[in-house]
């Protein structure tokens, strides 16, 4: 690892910032990438990030606080995504049993079956990139 240039302000070295910006290219690029791996399987990709909240969401069924939590949403946000989805039978709304003012959102078969496929997608790709991309924080001053 290079020695911070004590006459930077940040400590930072030329290195620190080259492989910051390229870990930021990268993070872009699969981005990018899982965006249009969304829109080729005929969702959006808010929509994806949803099925994603709904089927990795520790404990269950998602609340749709617990969506906006994930996705970094307004409630009424979610709630519009989930309308949306709702509506292209990607999830389906369900009351919560032990808590009646709660609703919850599950899979569809079909969302389901949409997710596996991007997912199996994203898992190989971010194996492919991580390959590439392992190293970027290694070595980079912390705070």
Same mark, same amino acid.
């Given at each position: 690892? /290079?020695?911070?240039?004590?006459?930077?302000?940040?400590?930072?070295?030329?290195?620190?910032?080259?492989?910051?910006?390229?870990?930021?290219? $990268?993070?872009?690029?699969?981005?990018?990438?899982?965006?249009?791996?969304?829109? /080729?399987? $005929?969702?959006?990709? !808010?929509?994806?990030?949803?099925?994603?909240?709904?089927?990795?969401?520790? $404990?269950?069924?998602?609340?749709?606080?617990?969506?906006?939590?994930?996705?970094?949403?307004?409630?009424?946000?979610?709630?519009?995504?989930?309308?949306?989805?709702?509506? /292209?039978?990607?999830?389906?709304?369900?009351?919560?049993?032990?808590?009646?003012?709660?609703?919850?959102?599950?899979?569809?078969?079909?969302?389901?079956?949409?997710? /596996?496929?991007?997912? !199996?997608?994203?898992?190989?790709?971010?194996?492919?990139?991580?390959?590439?991309?392992?190293?970027?924080?290694?070595?980079?001053?912390?705070?």
């Amino acid at each position: 690892m /290079a020695t911070p240039d004590p006459a930077e302000p940040d400590g930072l070295t030329d290195e620190d910032y080259r492989r910051l910006l390229e870990l930021r290219d $990268g993070l872009r690029r699969f981005l990018r990438w899982s965006e249009q791996q969304a829109r /080729a399987a $005929g969702i959006t990709p !808010a929509q994806h990030q949803l099925l994603l909240a709904v089927r990795g969401h520790p $404990g269950g069924p998602p609340t749709l606080r617990d969506i906006a939590d994930h996705l970094l949403l307004r409630h009424h946000s979610v709630v519009g995504l989930v309308d949306r989805a709702e509506e /292209a039978g990607l999830v389906t709304r369900v009351g919560d049993p032990d808590d009646q003012r709660l609703v919850r959102v599950e899979l569809t078969a079909e969302g389901a079956r949409v997710l /596996a496929a991007l997912a !199996a997608e994203h898992k190989e790709e971010l194996q492919r990139i991580g390959l590439i991309y392992a190293d970027l924080g290694r070595d980079l001053p912390t705070g």
